[in-house]
Protein backbone atom coordinates (compact mmCIF):
# COMPACT_ATOMS: atom_id res chain seq x y z
CA UNK A 1 0.00 0.00 0.00
CA UNK A 2 1.41 3.42 -0.96
CA UNK A 3 0.60 6.93 0.86
CA UNK A 4 1.28 10.23 -1.03
CA UNK A 5 0.04 12.73 1.54
CA UNK A 6 -0.66 16.27 0.58
CA UNK A 7 0.28 19.17 2.23
CA UNK A 8 -1.95 21.24 -0.56
CA UNK A 9 -4.41 19.24 -0.17
CA UNK A 10 -4.84 19.40 3.33
CA UNK A 11 -4.29 23.46 3.44
CA UNK A 12 -7.06 23.30 0.56
CA UNK A 13 -8.99 21.39 2.84
CA UNK A 14 -8.64 23.69 5.91
CA UNK A 15 -9.56 26.86 4.39
CA UNK A 16 -12.38 25.52 2.67
CA UNK A 17 -13.70 24.21 6.71
CA UNK A 18 -12.60 27.45 7.86
CA UNK A 19 -14.88 28.99 4.83
CA UNK A 20 -18.34 27.33 6.79
CA UNK A 21 -17.36 29.69 9.98
CA UNK A 22 -17.96 27.66 13.85
CA UNK A 23 -19.27 24.25 13.58
CA UNK A 24 -21.32 23.94 16.87
CA UNK A 25 -22.87 20.47 16.49
CA UNK A 26 -26.31 21.13 14.16
CA UNK A 27 -25.21 24.45 13.24
CA UNK A 28 -25.13 26.11 9.93
CA UNK A 29 -21.96 26.00 9.53
CA UNK A 30 -21.29 22.26 10.62
CA UNK A 31 -24.42 20.97 8.55
CA UNK A 32 -22.44 22.87 5.40
CA UNK A 33 -19.29 21.24 6.38
CA UNK A 34 -20.64 17.95 6.48
CA UNK A 35 -22.36 18.46 3.52
CA UNK A 36 -19.06 19.38 1.71
CA UNK A 37 -17.42 16.28 3.75
CA UNK A 38 -19.68 13.92 1.87
CA UNK A 39 -19.94 15.50 -1.46
CA UNK A 40 -16.17 14.92 -1.12
CA UNK A 41 -16.36 11.41 -0.46
CA UNK A 42 -18.94 10.98 -3.25
CA UNK A 43 -16.28 12.44 -5.69
CA UNK A 44 -14.50 8.99 -4.99
CA UNK A 45 -17.35 6.70 -5.68
CA UNK A 46 -17.09 5.93 -1.82
CA UNK A 47 -20.47 4.93 -0.40
CA UNK A 48 -21.49 6.61 2.49
CA UNK A 49 -24.15 5.40 5.49
CA UNK A 50 -25.52 7.63 7.52
CA UNK A 51 -27.36 8.18 10.88
CA UNK A 52 -29.30 10.99 11.66
CA UNK A 53 -30.10 12.85 14.88
CA UNK A 54 -32.30 14.98 16.19
CA UNK A 55 -32.14 17.42 19.22
CA UNK A 56 -32.43 20.53 20.59
CA UNK A 57 -29.91 23.30 19.52
CA UNK A 58 -28.64 26.22 21.34
CA UNK A 59 -26.71 29.08 19.80
CA UNK A 60 -25.53 32.59 21.47
CA UNK A 61 -26.60 34.78 19.20
CA UNK A 62 -26.00 38.47 21.30
CA UNK A 63 -24.47 38.93 24.81
CA UNK A 64 -23.79 42.32 27.12
CA UNK A 65 -23.19 42.98 29.97
CA UNK A 66 -23.74 47.33 31.17
CA UNK A 67 -22.96 47.81 34.94
CA UNK A 68 -25.80 50.95 35.95
CA UNK A 69 -24.00 53.83 37.53
CA UNK A 70 -27.13 56.68 37.82
CA UNK A 71 -27.97 57.94 34.40
CA UNK A 72 -24.70 55.56 33.17
CA UNK A 73 -24.51 52.69 31.41
CA UNK A 74 -20.95 51.14 31.77
CA UNK A 75 -20.17 48.36 29.04
CA UNK A 76 -18.46 45.22 30.47
CA UNK A 77 -16.80 42.93 27.45
CA UNK A 78 -18.22 39.44 27.51
CA UNK A 79 -15.36 37.28 26.95
CA UNK A 80 -17.80 34.47 25.83
CA UNK A 81 -21.09 33.02 26.70
CA UNK A 82 -22.27 29.91 28.66
CA UNK A 83 -23.19 26.98 25.72
CA UNK A 84 -26.76 25.66 26.68
CA UNK A 85 -27.01 27.85 29.73
CA UNK A 86 -29.91 30.21 29.08
CA UNK A 87 -31.14 33.29 27.28
CA UNK A 88 -33.06 36.58 28.29
CA UNK A 89 -35.05 38.45 25.78
CA UNK A 90 -33.58 41.46 23.62
CA UNK A 91 -33.76 43.62 26.52
CA UNK A 92 -31.62 41.85 28.85
CA UNK A 93 -32.42 41.10 32.79
CA UNK A 94 -31.38 44.23 34.92
CA UNK A 95 -31.03 43.34 38.86
CA UNK A 96 -28.35 43.70 41.34
CA UNK A 97 -25.31 42.05 41.51
CA UNK A 98 -24.86 39.53 44.72
CA UNK A 99 -20.81 38.25 44.80
CA UNK A 100 -20.76 34.51 45.97
CA UNK A 101 -17.52 34.05 48.14
CA UNK A 102 -18.63 31.30 50.36
CA UNK A 103 -21.67 28.75 50.67
CA UNK A 104 -23.14 31.72 53.04
CA UNK A 105 -23.81 34.25 50.13
CA UNK A 106 -25.47 31.25 47.76
CA UNK A 107 -29.05 32.47 49.34
CA UNK A 108 -28.38 36.41 49.15
CA UNK A 109 -28.42 35.76 44.82
CA UNK A 110 -32.50 34.91 44.66
CA UNK A 111 -33.78 37.44 42.49
CA UNK A 112 -30.72 39.09 41.49
CA UNK A 113 -27.64 38.15 39.20
CA UNK A 114 -25.06 36.22 40.75
CA UNK A 115 -21.16 36.37 40.64
CA UNK A 116 -18.62 33.73 40.62
CA UNK A 117 -15.14 33.79 40.67
CA UNK A 118 -14.27 30.42 39.02
CA UNK A 119 -10.11 29.99 40.08
CA UNK A 120 -7.26 28.27 37.69
CA UNK A 121 -7.61 24.26 38.54
CA UNK A 122 -3.73 24.50 39.00
CA UNK A 123 -3.30 22.44 42.20
CA UNK A 124 -3.19 18.85 40.99
CA UNK A 125 -0.23 17.17 40.29
CA UNK A 126 -0.67 15.96 36.47
CA UNK A 127 -0.09 12.41 37.26
CA UNK A 128 -3.99 12.70 38.57
CA UNK A 129 -4.94 12.55 34.93
CA UNK A 130 -2.51 11.39 32.87
CA UNK A 131 -0.33 8.09 33.32
CA UNK A 132 2.91 8.06 30.67
CA UNK A 133 3.71 5.14 28.96
CA UNK A 134 6.43 6.72 26.54
CA UNK A 135 7.70 9.98 24.97
CA UNK A 136 10.21 11.17 22.14
CA UNK A 137 12.09 12.80 22.38
CA UNK A 138 12.59 10.89 25.57
CA UNK A 139 12.78 14.72 27.38
CA UNK A 140 9.55 15.75 27.03
CA UNK A 141 7.18 16.00 29.97
CA UNK A 142 4.03 18.12 30.51
CA UNK A 143 3.67 20.77 33.29
CA UNK A 144 3.57 19.36 36.95
CA UNK A 145 0.17 20.70 37.65
CA UNK A 146 -2.84 19.99 35.10
CA UNK A 147 -4.66 23.14 34.62
CA UNK A 148 -6.23 25.17 32.11
CA UNK A 149 -9.57 26.29 30.66
CA UNK A 150 -10.77 22.88 30.11
CA UNK A 151 -10.18 21.45 33.53
CA UNK A 152 -10.96 24.20 35.27
CA UNK A 153 -14.34 24.42 33.60
CA UNK A 154 -15.36 20.78 33.58
CA UNK A 155 -14.61 20.65 37.32
CA UNK A 156 -16.20 23.88 38.23
CA UNK A 157 -19.44 23.52 36.82
CA UNK A 158 -22.02 23.62 39.09
CA UNK A 159 -23.10 27.29 39.20
CA UNK A 160 -26.11 26.96 36.85
CA UNK A 161 -27.35 24.26 39.05
CA UNK A 162 -26.85 26.14 42.17
CA UNK A 163 -28.51 29.48 40.67
CA UNK A 164 -31.22 27.98 39.68
CA UNK A 165 -31.84 26.43 43.32
CA UNK A 166 -31.62 29.90 44.94
CA UNK A 167 -33.85 31.63 41.98
CA UNK A 168 -31.24 33.53 40.82
CA UNK A 169 -32.02 35.57 37.28
CA UNK A 170 -28.80 34.83 35.81
CA UNK A 171 -25.11 34.54 36.51
CA UNK A 172 -21.64 36.06 35.75
CA UNK A 173 -18.20 33.75 35.79
CA UNK A 174 -15.02 35.27 36.00
CA UNK A 175 -11.82 33.80 34.93
CA UNK A 176 -9.45 33.74 37.52
CA UNK A 177 -5.59 33.03 37.47
CA UNK A 178 -5.69 32.04 33.44
CA UNK A 179 -4.48 35.42 31.30
CA UNK A 180 -7.22 36.94 29.70
CA UNK A 181 -5.75 36.31 25.66
CA UNK A 182 -6.01 32.69 26.69
CA UNK A 183 -9.79 32.35 27.78
CA UNK A 184 -11.64 35.24 25.17
CA UNK A 185 -13.92 33.01 23.72
CA UNK A 186 -13.70 30.28 25.15
CA UNK A 187 -16.78 28.13 24.52
CA UNK A 188 -17.07 26.50 27.73
CA UNK A 189 -17.91 24.31 29.70
CA UNK A 190 -19.93 22.02 26.90
CA UNK A 191 -20.75 18.78 28.83
CA UNK A 192 -23.41 20.13 30.53
CA UNK A 193 -27.36 19.63 29.98
CA UNK A 194 -29.47 22.60 29.13
CA UNK A 195 -29.01 24.72 32.28
CA UNK A 196 -32.22 27.33 31.90
CA UNK A 197 -30.81 30.38 33.30
CA UNK A 198 -28.35 32.64 31.14
CA UNK A 199 -24.38 32.35 32.26
CA UNK A 200 -21.57 35.21 30.84
CA UNK A 201 -17.97 34.63 31.03
CA UNK A 202 -15.73 37.52 31.48
CA UNK A 203 -12.06 37.82 31.97
CA UNK A 204 -10.16 38.43 35.11
CA UNK A 205 -9.79 42.31 34.20
CA UNK A 206 -12.61 42.82 33.38
CA UNK A 207 -14.31 41.07 36.98
CA UNK A 208 -12.71 43.54 39.20
CA UNK A 209 -15.34 45.55 37.62
CA UNK A 210 -18.02 43.62 38.04
CA UNK A 211 -16.92 42.88 41.69
CA UNK A 212 -16.18 46.62 42.77
CA UNK A 213 -19.88 47.29 41.45
CA UNK A 214 -21.40 44.26 43.23
CA UNK A 215 -19.58 45.93 46.50
CA UNK A 216 -21.19 48.99 45.92
CA UNK A 217 -24.61 47.15 45.52
CA UNK A 218 -25.03 47.95 41.62
CA UNK A 219 -27.37 46.92 39.08
CA UNK A 220 -25.86 45.76 35.92
CA UNK A 221 -28.37 45.27 32.34
CA UNK A 222 -27.25 41.49 31.40
CA UNK A 223 -28.01 40.45 27.46
CA UNK A 224 -27.86 36.91 26.26
CA UNK A 225 -29.99 35.98 23.26
CA UNK A 226 -30.19 32.33 21.71
CA UNK A 227 -31.32 30.84 18.77
CA UNK A 228 -33.04 27.60 19.94
CA UNK A 229 -34.37 24.79 17.87
CA UNK A 230 -36.49 22.13 19.46
CA UNK A 231 -35.84 19.85 16.31
CA UNK A 232 -32.49 20.54 14.67
CA UNK A 233 -30.73 18.24 12.29
CA UNK A 234 -27.35 16.87 12.53
CA UNK A 235 -25.54 13.63 11.53
CA UNK A 236 -23.08 10.87 11.53
CA UNK A 237 -21.51 9.00 8.92
CA UNK A 238 -19.64 6.39 7.87
CA UNK A 239 -17.71 4.68 4.89
CA UNK A 240 -16.45 0.89 4.54
CA UNK A 241 -13.17 0.52 2.34
CA UNK A 242 -13.97 -3.23 1.97
CA UNK A 243 -10.47 -5.87 2.05
CA UNK A 244 -9.61 -9.16 1.33
CA UNK A 245 -10.23 -9.72 4.88
CA UNK A 246 -13.89 -9.33 5.49
CA UNK A 247 -13.89 -10.58 9.10
CA UNK A 248 -11.21 -8.24 10.53
CA UNK A 249 -11.33 -4.29 10.17
CA UNK A 250 -9.63 -1.44 11.53
CA UNK A 251 -11.60 1.67 12.44
CA UNK A 252 -10.21 4.99 11.75
CA UNK A 253 -12.68 7.88 13.74
CA UNK A 254 -12.80 11.70 14.23
CA UNK A 255 -16.01 14.40 14.77
CA UNK A 256 -16.53 16.72 12.33
CA UNK A 257 -18.39 19.65 15.24
CA UNK A 258 -15.70 21.97 16.11
CA UNK A 259 -14.88 25.26 17.24
CA UNK A 260 -11.97 26.50 15.34
CA UNK A 261 -9.35 25.34 12.61
CA UNK A 262 -7.96 22.40 14.71
CA UNK A 263 -11.07 21.97 16.84
CA UNK A 264 -11.45 19.43 14.54
CA UNK A 265 -9.39 19.03 11.45
CA UNK A 266 -9.69 15.49 11.55
CA UNK A 267 -11.83 15.20 9.23
CA UNK A 268 -9.40 16.72 6.46
CA UNK A 269 -6.93 14.51 7.41
CA UNK A 270 -9.77 10.70 6.81
CA UNK A 271 -10.42 12.59 3.49
CA UNK A 272 -7.13 12.70 2.58
CA UNK A 273 -6.12 8.90 3.76
CA UNK A 274 -9.20 7.80 1.97
CA UNK A 275 -7.86 9.47 -1.10
CA UNK A 276 -4.75 7.06 -1.12
CA UNK A 277 -6.79 4.09 0.15
CA UNK A 278 -9.48 3.71 -2.36
CA UNK A 279 -8.21 2.03 -5.38
CA UNK A 280 -5.77 0.19 -3.28
CA UNK A 281 -5.59 -3.31 -2.05
CA UNK A 282 -6.46 -3.72 1.69
CA UNK A 283 -5.89 -6.57 3.45
CA UNK A 284 -8.46 -5.57 5.82
CA UNK A 285 -11.64 -4.11 5.75
CA UNK A 286 -11.27 -0.31 6.68
CA UNK A 287 -14.03 1.68 8.41
CA UNK A 288 -13.61 5.50 8.47
CA UNK A 289 -16.69 7.33 11.09
CA UNK A 290 -17.15 10.87 11.12
CA UNK A 291 -19.38 11.57 14.21
CA UNK A 292 -21.12 14.63 15.47
CA UNK A 293 -22.09 15.78 18.92
CA UNK A 294 -18.57 16.07 20.21
CA UNK A 295 -19.88 19.61 21.66
CA UNK A 296 -23.74 18.09 22.44
CA UNK A 297 -22.15 15.29 24.66
CA UNK A 298 -24.88 15.14 27.31
CA UNK A 299 -27.23 14.32 23.87
CA UNK A 300 -25.11 12.24 22.31
CA UNK A 301 -22.95 9.96 24.49
CA UNK A 302 -24.59 6.58 25.41
CA UNK A 303 -22.78 5.31 28.09
CA UNK A 304 -23.53 1.86 27.55
CA UNK A 305 -20.26 1.57 25.83
CA UNK A 306 -18.60 2.88 29.01
CA UNK A 307 -17.53 6.11 26.98
CA UNK A 308 -18.76 9.68 27.26
CA UNK A 309 -17.52 10.27 23.77
CA UNK A 310 -19.68 11.16 20.70
CA UNK A 311 -18.36 7.79 19.25
CA UNK A 312 -20.34 6.11 21.76
CA UNK A 313 -23.54 6.43 20.12
CA UNK A 314 -21.90 4.64 17.05
CA UNK A 315 -20.73 1.79 18.62
CA UNK A 316 -23.96 1.48 20.58
CA UNK A 317 -25.80 1.39 17.32
CA UNK A 318 -23.14 -0.50 14.90
CA UNK A 319 -21.82 -3.55 17.15
CA UNK A 320 -22.14 -5.26 13.96
CA UNK A 321 -19.10 -3.46 12.36
CA UNK A 322 -16.93 -4.25 15.38
CA UNK A 323 -17.39 -6.28 18.31
CA UNK A 324 -16.52 -9.97 16.22
CA UNK A 325 -19.59 -11.57 17.62
CA UNK A 326 -20.99 -14.18 15.34
CA UNK A 327 -21.03 -12.63 12.13
CA UNK A 328 -19.99 -9.27 13.27
CA UNK A 329 -17.03 -7.77 11.92
CA UNK A 330 -14.36 -7.91 14.36
CA UNK A 331 -12.20 -4.28 14.83
CA UNK A 332 -9.05 -5.57 15.74
CA UNK A 333 -7.21 -1.40 16.07
CA UNK A 334 -8.55 1.82 16.04
CA UNK A 335 -6.83 4.83 14.79
CA UNK A 336 -8.75 8.34 16.38
CA UNK A 337 -7.12 11.34 14.99
CA UNK A 338 -7.96 14.87 16.15
CA UNK A 339 -6.22 18.16 16.73
CA UNK A 340 -3.86 18.34 13.84
CA UNK A 341 -0.72 20.94 13.65
CA UNK A 342 -1.13 22.62 17.25
CA UNK A 343 1.30 25.10 17.98
CA UNK A 344 2.34 25.35 21.94
CA UNK A 345 1.15 28.64 23.22
CA UNK A 346 1.75 29.51 26.92
CA UNK A 347 1.50 32.47 29.18
CA UNK A 348 5.22 33.88 29.17
CA UNK A 349 6.62 36.68 31.37
CA UNK A 350 2.72 38.16 31.60
CA UNK A 351 2.33 37.73 27.66
CA UNK A 352 0.18 34.78 26.06
CA UNK A 353 2.35 33.73 23.07
CA UNK A 354 3.86 31.15 20.54
CA UNK A 355 6.96 29.14 22.47
CA UNK A 356 8.60 27.80 19.42
CA UNK A 357 7.88 24.62 20.16
CA UNK A 358 4.53 22.50 18.68
CA UNK A 359 1.86 21.39 21.44
CA UNK A 360 2.71 18.38 23.22
CA UNK A 361 1.39 15.23 20.94
CA UNK A 362 -0.49 13.59 23.87
CA UNK A 363 -1.53 10.12 22.36
CA UNK A 364 -3.53 7.52 24.10
CA UNK A 365 -2.12 3.71 23.16
CA UNK A 366 -4.34 0.72 23.75
CA UNK A 367 -1.36 -1.53 25.16
CA UNK A 368 2.59 -2.07 25.28
CA UNK A 369 2.73 -3.16 21.66
CA UNK A 370 0.29 -0.95 20.18
CA UNK A 371 2.52 1.74 21.94
CA UNK A 372 5.86 0.79 20.57
CA UNK A 373 4.01 0.78 17.32
CA UNK A 374 3.57 4.44 17.48
CA UNK A 375 6.41 5.36 19.26
CA UNK A 376 8.89 3.71 16.47
CA UNK A 377 6.85 5.35 13.59
CA UNK A 378 6.93 8.89 14.97
CA UNK A 379 10.73 8.39 14.84
CA UNK A 380 10.88 8.59 11.72
CA UNK A 381 9.50 12.63 11.66
CA UNK A 382 11.54 15.32 11.77
CA UNK A 383 8.92 17.50 13.84
CA UNK A 384 7.95 15.48 16.98
CA UNK A 385 6.79 15.89 20.25
CA UNK A 386 4.97 13.15 21.77
CA UNK A 387 3.87 11.46 24.91
CA UNK A 388 2.12 8.34 25.60
CA UNK A 389 -0.35 7.67 27.39
CA UNK A 390 -2.45 4.95 28.96
CA UNK A 391 -6.18 5.48 30.20
CA UNK A 392 -5.81 6.61 34.14
CA UNK A 393 -8.13 7.29 37.16
CA UNK A 394 -11.07 6.56 34.51
CA UNK A 395 -9.94 9.74 32.55
CA UNK A 396 -9.35 9.08 28.91
CA UNK A 397 -9.48 12.78 26.97
CA UNK A 398 -10.85 12.28 23.35
CA UNK A 399 -12.68 10.13 20.83
CA UNK A 400 -10.40 7.17 21.16
CA UNK A 401 -11.67 6.30 24.86
CA UNK A 402 -14.84 4.84 23.00
CA UNK A 403 -12.49 1.86 21.74
CA UNK A 404 -10.26 1.68 24.24
CA UNK A 405 -13.32 1.13 27.14
CA UNK A 406 -14.31 -1.79 24.86
CA UNK A 407 -10.91 -3.72 24.80
CA UNK A 408 -9.79 -2.26 21.47
CA UNK A 409 -6.49 -1.52 20.77
CA UNK A 410 -6.11 2.36 20.33
CA UNK A 411 -3.72 4.63 19.10
CA UNK A 412 -5.39 7.83 19.74
CA UNK A 413 -3.93 11.42 18.52
CA UNK A 414 -5.19 13.95 21.00
CA UNK A 415 -3.32 17.60 21.64
CA UNK A 416 -4.59 19.75 24.34
CA UNK A 417 -3.75 23.34 23.74
CA UNK A 418 -5.42 26.16 25.87
CA UNK A 419 -7.00 27.19 23.23
CA UNK A 420 -8.84 24.12 21.63
CA UNK A 421 -12.59 25.80 22.21
CA UNK A 422 -11.37 28.50 21.44
CA UNK A 423 -14.18 30.97 18.96
CA UNK A 424 -12.16 33.71 17.43
CA UNK A 425 -12.88 35.45 13.62
CA UNK A 426 -9.07 34.18 12.71
CA UNK A 427 -10.44 30.42 13.51
CA UNK A 428 -6.96 30.28 15.39
CA UNK A 429 -4.81 30.06 12.17
CA UNK A 430 -1.90 31.59 13.48
CA UNK A 431 -1.48 28.90 16.12
CA UNK A 432 -1.75 26.13 13.15
CA UNK A 433 1.78 24.68 11.54
CA UNK A 434 0.26 22.89 8.50
CA UNK A 435 3.91 21.39 8.00
CA UNK A 436 3.02 19.64 11.51
CA UNK A 437 -0.57 18.74 10.31
CA UNK A 438 0.96 16.75 7.22
CA UNK A 439 3.78 15.47 9.19
CA UNK A 440 1.10 14.04 11.68
CA UNK A 441 -1.22 12.72 8.60
CA UNK A 442 1.35 10.94 7.12
CA UNK A 443 2.46 9.30 10.40
CA UNK A 444 -0.84 7.68 10.60
CA UNK A 445 -0.77 6.98 7.17
CA UNK A 446 2.56 4.54 8.28
CA UNK A 447 0.58 2.76 10.96
CA UNK A 448 -2.16 2.13 8.57
CA UNK A 449 0.28 0.35 6.29
CA UNK A 450 2.07 -1.28 9.46
CA UNK A 451 -1.19 -2.46 10.91
CA UNK A 452 -2.50 -4.66 7.89
CA UNK A 453 0.45 -6.91 8.52
CA UNK A 454 -0.07 -7.29 11.82
CA UNK A 455 -2.47 -10.40 12.84
CA UNK A 456 -5.10 -9.60 15.67
CA UNK A 457 -3.44 -11.63 18.40
CA UNK A 458 -0.27 -9.74 18.33
CA UNK A 459 -2.53 -6.26 18.31
CA UNK A 460 -4.11 -7.68 21.18
CA UNK A 461 -6.41 -6.10 23.57
CA UNK A 462 -6.62 -2.27 25.26
CA UNK A 463 -5.74 -2.23 28.45
CA UNK A 464 -7.95 -1.28 31.09
CA UNK A 465 -7.76 2.53 32.94
CA UNK A 466 -4.63 2.32 35.55
CA UNK A 467 -5.73 3.39 39.06
CA UNK A 468 -4.08 5.89 41.09
CA UNK A 469 -0.73 5.15 40.45
CA UNK A 470 1.05 6.59 38.00
CA UNK A 471 4.07 6.96 35.81
CA UNK A 472 5.63 10.29 35.51
CA UNK A 473 4.15 12.82 33.07
CA UNK A 474 6.02 16.21 34.62
CA UNK A 475 9.79 14.54 35.17
CA UNK A 476 9.30 14.54 38.86
CA UNK A 477 8.04 11.48 40.51
CA UNK A 478 5.97 8.37 39.65
CA UNK A 479 2.46 8.89 41.36
CA UNK A 480 1.27 6.49 43.78
CA UNK A 481 -1.03 6.86 47.12
CA UNK A 482 2.22 6.47 49.59
CA UNK A 483 4.09 9.01 47.37
CA UNK A 484 1.36 11.48 47.86
CA UNK A 485 0.53 11.08 51.36
CA UNK A 486 4.76 11.10 52.13
CA UNK A 487 4.71 14.49 49.89
CA UNK A 488 1.48 15.86 51.95
CA UNK A 489 3.32 14.99 55.19
CA UNK A 490 6.58 16.69 53.68
CA UNK A 491 4.73 20.39 52.94
CA UNK A 492 2.92 20.09 56.42
CA UNK A 493 6.50 19.28 58.26
CA UNK A 494 8.10 22.28 55.89
Avoid at 267 to 286: C, G, S, V, W, Y
Amino acid sequence: MNFNISKEALLDGMNTMNAFGTRLTGSKGHTDFINWLKAEITKMDIPIYSDPFYFKRWEEKRSSIEIIDGDERIAVPVSSAYPYSGQTSADGITEELVCVNSIGDIPKTTGKIAVFNINNINFLPSEIAFDKRSSYPEDVVLEKKYEGPVITSFVQCFQGIVSKLTKAKAVILIWKGLHDDMIKGQYLSFIMGYQNIPMLWVTQSDGERIVAAARSRKKVNLVLEAETEENAFTESFYCILKGKNQKENVIVNTHTDGTNCVEENGPIALLELMKNMKDQELERTHIFVFTTGHFRLPRFKDIRTGSFQSASRWLAMHRELWDGKGDHLKCVANLTIEHLGCKEWRNIDGEYKYTGKPEVELVYTGNKFVDKLYIDTVKERKNVRTMTLRGHNALHFGEGQNFFTMGVPEISLVPAPYYLCVVSDSHEMEKFDIDLMTEQTETFAKLIQKIEHISAKQLGRSDFYSIVKAKSVSGGYDFSLKGLIEKISTTVGK
